[in-house]
């Protein structure tokens, strides 16, 4: 699949740390940690309100995955990405390039 280099793939979301896997090395060394996140929110909809309820999957690399590491589980952030294929093609992964507190 081909796609020009300048198409949009942004997600900025507002998320709990429901789950911090052990913090890892890629082979090339990089940090890497993989991350369960937790939304909840009212959205509106169609004239309407809609509870969204999300879990997805996430993961960060580099120095953002050493700090991201050493934050409690519950804690509340604002993240910044991009979304991609899971492991052999299953799922959606949140990469994490960026996080902010509340």
Do not use: C, Y
Not at 8 to 31: D, F, I, K, M, Y
Request: no cysteine; aromatic share 6%; hydrophobic share 40%.
């Amino acid at each position: 699949m081909s796609t020009p280099e300048n198409t949009p793939n942004r997600l900025t979301l507002s998320a709990r740390v429901a789950e911090l896997q052990p913090l890892r090395h890629t082979p090339a060394g990089l940090p890497a940690l993989d991350v369960m996140l937790e939304h909840l929110s009212v959205q509106q909809e169609a004239g309407g309100e809609r509870q969204a309820v999300l879990r997805l999957k996430a993961v960060v690399f580099g120095t953002q995955a050493e700090r991201l590491a050493r934050q409690a589980l519950e804690s509340l952030w604002t993240f910044q990405g991009f979304l991609a294929q899971g492991r052999n093609g299953k799922g959606v992964v949140f990469h994490i390039q960026q996080f902010q507190s509340q």
